[in-house]
T-cell receptor, first 113, second 110 residues
Framework: NAGVTQTPKFQVLKTGQSMTLQCAQD?????MYWYRQDPGMGLRLIYY???????DKGEVPNGYNVSRLNKREFSLRLESAAPSQTSVYFC????????????FGPGTRLLVL | KQEVTQIPAALSVPEGENLVLNCSFT??????LQWFRQDPGKGLTSLLL?????REQTSGRLNASLDKSSGRSTLYIAASQPGDSATYLC?????????FGTGTQLKVEL
């Protein structure tokens, strides 16, 4: 039982390049989330998926797209990376409903030059 | 819009001391409040979750309380140890959306 896994662990991009961050969970959770963490700003929700086949915007969705590929996998895509997207990205998952603990992956550190 | 504040931003205590971390939030219409621990370069680990109908939760040396009416939660750590050194974050919200505080960085010194 690996919990929530993320790939890659670290990535350097040039401005304008694209990439996809991968996330998978093996806990049979319905809900999955993408956050970014920046110094002094805490974690902010980018997108979430309440169930397979659905996605919704969070607090900071601009510049990102997501895909809920199946119940296990939730990917985050940067179509044209910008230096402002330099951050640490975390994926999380939880069971159904609002009173469930969120389980986090180890994070992807992204540097956009 | 929900705002979550954690004070202090950093705290250093000697080993063995009991300590309290504070979390305040502006909107009392919440489903739950969660406390997480984050070690440097790592993801978040859930410590305690308090449902909106509950007043407190305990796990080992940790006790978290919730006062919705005043918009406050506290995390009490008993008999602190160097291994407790980490950043502690609180988060609250409704449904699938959590709002996080910026955390309290705790250092427990020998």
């Amino acid at each position: 039982n690996a919990g929530v896994t993320q790939t890659p662990k670290f990535q350097v991009l040039k401005t304008g390049q694209s990439m996809t961050l991968q996330c998978a969970q093996d806990m049979n959770h319905n809900s999955m989330y993408w956050y970014r963490q920046d110094p002094g700003m805490g974690l902010r929700l980018i997108y979430y998926s309440a169930s397979e086949g659905t996605t919704d915007k969070g607090e900071v969705p601009n510049g990102y797209n997501v895909s809920r590929l199946n119940k296990r996998e939730f990917s985050l895509r940067l179509e044209s990376a910008a230096p402002s997207q330099t951050s640490v990205y975390f994926c999380a998952s939880s069971g159904t409903g609002g009173a469930k603990t969120q389980y986090f992956g180890p994070g992807t550190r992204l540097l956009v030059l | 819009k929900q705002e979550v504040t954690q004070i202090p931003a950093a705290l250093s205590v000697p080993e063995g001391e009991n300590l309290v971390l504070n979390c305040s939030f502006t909107d009392s219409a919440i489903y739950n409040l969660q406390w997480f621990r984050q070690d440097p370069g790592k993801g978040l680990t859930s410590l305690l979750l308090i449902q909106s109908s509950q007043r407190e939760q305990t796990s080992g040396r940790l006790n978290a309380s919730l006062d919705k009416s005043s918009g406050r939660s506290t995390l009490y750590i008993a008999a602190s140890q160097p291994g407790d050194s980490a950043t502690y974050l609180c988060a609250t919200g409704g449904g699938n959306k959590l709002t996080f505080g910026t955390g309290t960085q705790l250092k427990v010194e020998l």
